[in-house]
Structures are given as C-alpha cells and as structure tokens.
C-alpha cells in the first residue's frame, strides 16, 4: 500500500506510483471514470472534535473556508465534467468556489452524507468516539449487521453510498469530482478500491480537503490511484491542533 501516496508539483495532484500509471489531468480510459472522492472543508466540529453528522450541519471554519477556496487550483489540470456534494452544508460549501471556477453547477446527491451517529450524535468524549469507529471497523471485516447506535447498519450505508456512485458514474466519462465526508469516504474506499482495504483508508488520515482518487467503472470495479491524506493545498491549510475522529488515522 506504500504505493498510494500522493505527491505535489506547485499544488497539482500528481501520483507519484500510479495503479493505471497515468498522470492526473490525463482522461480516464475508455469506459472509465476518474472519481475524485473530497473530503469538505473544516468546520467548527471538526475542531472541537464533535460527531456531526445530522443534516444541515455546521458551516465551514475561516480554515475551512480557505481550504476550501484552494481546490480549484488543486485541480486546475483536471478534466471536469460534473461536480457534486452530499446534503450537508458543508459540501456544498467546499465544493462551491470548484462550481464557480468551472461554471458547473454542484449536483447535491442524497446518498453521499457522512455515516449518521445516532445516539453518539454530538458527543465528543472517547468512549462515544471509539463506538463510532469501532462499528465502522467491523463493517470493514464484513460485519454489516453491526448497527450504529440509534441509526443504521453497514447494509444501508453502502446501499445508499454505491447507488451514489453508481448513478455519478453512469452519467459521466472522464473524471467527477464528489465532496464528501471523513468516515464515509474511509469506509466506501476501503471497501470498494479493489487494491486497498479498510485497514489502509483507516491507518492513513484524511484531513479536511484530503482526496481519495479512483480510476474505474460499474463493470470493472475501482482501482485507487493515490490517497492524499492532507490537504489539497498543502500542508499549510493543515490543523493539527484539531481532534477531528472522523478525520485522524485509527490505531
């Protein structure tokens, strides 16, 4: 898995090793999409490491907001054809200064919200955390009857997040661009990717505008390309003085 690091060049994505040894901003094969999974912008629970993840939820941080601002650059030698964002706020926040550099509309999509805490909703002590992530955990085993306290089981999240998927993918050929959350995107990617596991989306962070990147199809399967745990405008843009669990990587 130490092949799915990303690196920079002046703030671009660039793979560094590449599962389909293209370069970002080359299109996708033919039949192929490239899916930019991004996770939103900070936002004021993130830094006081709050589960939040009830709609509409919070708005974005003055970080948030300037990480937010720094994606288009990001990927200004990508090939965009559809950009989208979950029914928080805080997507479609993030995904707004994209929607405006590229004149496309954010297409909010219902199934690509952050896994739903339940009876952990707003808590922040280390035992509420540690029953959040542990249920995740065992989704990532196959244990999707495992339900989260007062909300759904691993069968409803994936359910909702691959018809997402599927239904973006279907309607594109090149690359798209999904904003979305911390522990869903972790979760789906560890999942799904046909080369990753959830260990590996668990082990290695996500900061707030970190990006997931997957090449493939609803035939094929997908292939994660690169892991870009922090920030897509560099380290500057990083909090690390924030708890963030749905950000932080899991021992």
């Keep these: 898995m130490a092949a799915l690091v990303e690196t920079r060049d002046n703030g671009a994505l660039r793979d560094q090793k590449p599962v389909s040894a293209r370069l970002s901003g080359v299109s996708a094969s033919v039949g192929r999409v ?150 869903a995107i972790r979760a789906w990617v560890g999942a799904r990717a046909l080369n990753a596991s959830g260990e590996f989306t668990l082990k290695n962070p996500l900061d707030n505008t970190g990006v997931a990147v997957l090449d493939g199809s609803l035939a094929h399967g997908w292939d994660l390309v690169s892991w870009a745990g922090t920030p897509v405008g560099g380290e500057s843009l990083v909090d690390r003085a924030a708890p963030d669990p749905t950000g932080e990587a899991v021992e």
């Design 34 to 183: 490239r899916l930019l999974l991004i996770r939103h912008g900070q936002t004021p629970a993130n830094v006081a490491g709050v589960l939040d993840t009830a709609a509409p939820g919070p708005g974005l941080t003055e970080l948030g907001e300037r990480q937010a601002r720094a994606v288009p650059h990001a990927l200004r030698d990508e090939n965009v054809q559809g950009i989208y964002a979950s029914r928080l706020v805080r997507t479609q926040l993030t995904a707004s200064p994209l929607s405006s550099e590229r004149a496309l509309d954010v297409v909010v999509h219902d199934g690509l919200h952050e896994i739903e805490a339940g009876a952990l909703e707003a808590k922040s002590d280390e035992s509420s955390i540690k029953a959040y992530l542990d249920t995740i955990i065992r989704w990532g085993t196959g244990e999707l009857d495992a339900r989260m306290p007062g909300a759904s089981d691993g069968h409803t999240f994936f359910g909702r997040f691959d018809a997402a998927v599927a239904e973006i993918a279907g309607a594109h050929d090149d690359t798209v661009v999904v904003f979305s959350h911390g522990a």
